[in-house]
Structure formats: C-alpha cells, structure tokens
C-alpha cells in the first residue's frame, strides 16, 4: 500500500493531467469507479487501478492493483467528491483507417472544438444518437483529457473515435460517401429542409468562431435557425439536434 | 472609489452569493460586460454597478456607479478572467400569471432542475428556439444564482420566466390550454411520433432521477430513443432536441 504523497507513481498519475505527459506515456486518467467500469466493459486497455484502502475494484478488471492511503488518494484525485477509484488506462490508435462505416451511416464531426467540457458532452450525446463514429478534426484539445472523460460520462470509450486534420477528415468522408452537412448560422437553408434517411456526416464548430473556409467548400451548409438573445447553442445541443433530426428521418 | 476589500459594500457582494442573502435583499450578481449589457437591454433594474478602476459603464446604463480598485474587485468577482464590471440587480416577480400565452405556444417547462449550469443551459437552449416562457416547476435551484446567471449567457434576463410548485405549474398549463409532453426515457411512443405544429410544453426533469408521478398523470409521455452506453442526455440536449422539433413542425 502507498501511503506517502511523494511516491512517484503518486506523482505519475498527478503528472497525466498535463497532455504532453499523457502523449509521452501513452496512457490517461479514468477516475470513478462508474467510468473505470464503462472503460473495462468497452475494452480499454488498464494499465493500474488505484484504490483507496477498502475498496473493491470494479468487477471484470483486469490490471495491476495498488491500494492507497486515503491522503494519497485525495492527492491524486482531480474531483470534487472521489470515490476511491482510480484507473491509469492507455489510449488508443485514433487513426481514421480503423473507423469503418457502412451505407447509411450517421458521423458526427467536431472541428476544431476546444473547451474539453463541451467535447465530452458531444461524445456522450452522440452516443445517445447512436452514431456509427465520432471524428475530430484539427482537434485542438486532447480527447484523453480528464474532463473530456468526466463530461462524455463514459462515452469516450463506446463510441468509434477518430482524429485527423481537416483536410485528411475529408479525404475520410469522401472515401466512405457519405454526405456532409456542415452547420453554420449563415446558411440559407435550415436543417430540416434535408433528408437524412440514407445517412449523413454533421460538421460542428466552436461555438464562438464557427467552421472554417475548408468545411464550406466541401459540404452542404444547413443552419440551426435561432431566435432570441443567445449568440449560439451550445455545441453539444446544436449536435443533438442534427443527430437526433437523422434518427427520427430513419425511423419516420 | 472603494480600495479596502472590507468596505460593507463589497462584503455585500460577496454575500449575494448565498441565496438566502438574495431572497432577503431581492438582488443578485449579474457579473460580466455581456451579462450587464444583456441585462440592460432586457429593461432588469440594476441598483449598482462596480467597475474596476479605468473600466467604462455597458452603455445605457442607469445606476448607481461604484469604481473599485483592482484587489477590491478581484475580492468580488468568482470568475476565473474577471473583465472588470459587475453589476446588483433586482429580481423580479416570477409569479405565473405574470405569464401571458398564445394559442399554439412553445413553453418549457423545467422540472426538479438541480444544477445551476443545466438550468442556465437550458435557458439558453429556450431562448434560441423562441420559446414563449420558461416555467420552473419544484424548483431547486435558485435561477438567480451566479451559475445559472453565466450558464444562460443573458438569456434568463429575456426569456418570459414564471416558477410554482408542481401542481400550480400543472393548472396553469391547463389553463393556457397548452397540450402538456413529458419527456421519459420509458415512454412508448417517440417524441417524432407527435405532431407539436399546434404549440406543446415539454416537461423535463433531472437526469438523473427523472420526473415525478404527478407529471405522467397529467401530460402525454414521450421518449427521447437512446443508443450507446450514456445513461441520459444532459437536460439542455434534450431539450433543445425536443424543443427544435416543435420548432420544425411549424416550419413544415
């Protein structure tokens, strides 16, 4: 059991919040025992599970398992309220070629989206649509960043995930034919005037700056029309909106 | 100017971060060069205005001005990149039959909403579908607290807001003659099963503990169809996926 703050696997784990720690190792934080049971039962690779003394470790986990004293786990712990459960998973291939989709498929892409909060609460809502993959592009933080893991409540481990530039996210689209809508306020035609029934790929945006040039020379432009004194929804509401627009045009 | 951190005045501040000091003076925070200048626009009377020294009044402003120095106002603000302007506002009567609607009205309605930053979200949401007014049903959280202030981004001030208990919430909708959704995830009929083109409120609850009884007696249940491992989606997505429904129906 580890009941000194100063030990370096205490420290290692402390280190992971930053993200050229994380790219150097290869691995990332999952705290929570409900989010370390989601990545077992997804099939994330967990390299150590930290408990805190009297815990049991969440069932079907296969790893190195190492109690802790309730001071260093406090200390490793990035949440309000810890529940004594702590897994160092490692991250996985993001490579588009490994994301495989069929005719009709529904994809969520999220360009360029920054704040971690709102990357986790797209992954987890588009989980809920349940899309054939999500695909980031140019993404500017880290998909293996705690409160991306926090906000998409497990998602990030269920739902096929890729990562490329926008140009090679593109290249990825055209190959699996599927059509493309990318959602901006300045399009003339709302998003309900289409039909989704035979699949569809939602390009979303930061909410402040929008998509760039790129996406609008490659895509079908649909607009969320917005009444009211909001700038804009939200990333994770404009995504469930779309999403869930293509689910209810298949079941229609 | 104020530069001693324990002027009353500034301890008056710091102290409407407490409801119960909200409910006792009828003010609250509205901090933030956007959020005051929404509140401005939206006619919400503010008693004083605090600007950091060198900061200039949101244009049309009519308060009391107030300049403070830098520490003063770092002791004020709860933000992490205060901008320097931070206004006291009066709230305002929530009560119902300060509500007005028309035939084929959009309501929300807000059920049992726990956390501040998913009622403000769901204000947001609200807002940018057009809704006619935003009922708090059982409310929990106080729709005046910082939180919910910042999470709405302005749109508590223009959105029409009324709050009662369940049961008053429940007669006024009759009363309004509004067709009554509840959204659950065990109803059998889909949301896209129903047509809203003649108005509808949409009740949603807490993620996590859903709606109580009276609702389902009262109003049609509807499911929001679920894939993936995320138990729900967060209340503003669902709200906006049902709200923008309605708003799809009617432009059909």
Not at 138 to 144: E, G, L, R, T
Not at 207 to 213: A, I
């Given at each position: 059991m580890i009941t000194s703050p100063h030990n370096p696997r205490v420290k290692g784990v402390v280190r992971l919040r930053k993200r050229r720690h994380r790219d150097d190792t290869g691995t990332f934080i999952v705290e929570g025992r409900r989010e370390a049971t989601r990545a077992v039962a997804a099939g994330v690779d967990i390299a150590t599970l930290f408990l805190q003394t009297g815990e049991i470790p969440p069932a079907g986990i296969d790893a190195d398992i190492v109690d802790v004293s309730p001071a260093v786990f406090a200390k490793m712990s990035a949440r309000q309220?810890?529940?004594?459960v702590l897994a160092v998973a490692r991250t996985w291939d993001l490579g588009l070629d490994r994301i495989k989709t069929t005719t009709g498929a529904l994809v969520l892409v999220a360009a360029g989206i920054e704040k971690p909060g709102n990357l986790g609460a797209m992954l987890r809502t588009a989980d809920a649509a349940g899309v054939d993959a999500v695909v980031l592009a140019?993404?500017?933080?880290?998909?293996?960043g705690p409160n991306v893991v926090r906000a998409s409540q497990g998602s990030l481990f269920s739902v096929p995930l890729g990562a490329g530039s926008a140009a090679e996210v593109l290249a990825w689209l055209d190959r699996a034919d599927l059509e493309v809508f990318t959602t901006s306020p300045?399009?003339?035609?709302?998003?309900?005037?289409?039909?989704?029934s035979e699949g569809a790929a939602f390009v979303i945006g930061p909410?402040?700056?929008?998509?760039?040039?790129l996406w609008f020379e490659s895509g079908t432009p649909v607009r969320i029309p917005m009444a009211g004194e909001a700038d804009s929804l939200n990333a994770s509401v404009a995504a469930g909106i779309v999403l869930f627009e293509a689910v209810a045009a298949r079941s229609r």
């Open positions: 309220g810890p529940d004594g140019d993404p500017v933080c880290d998909p293996f300045t399009a003339e035609t709302a998003y309900w005037e289409h039909d989704y909410e402040d700056v929008g998509l760039s040039g």
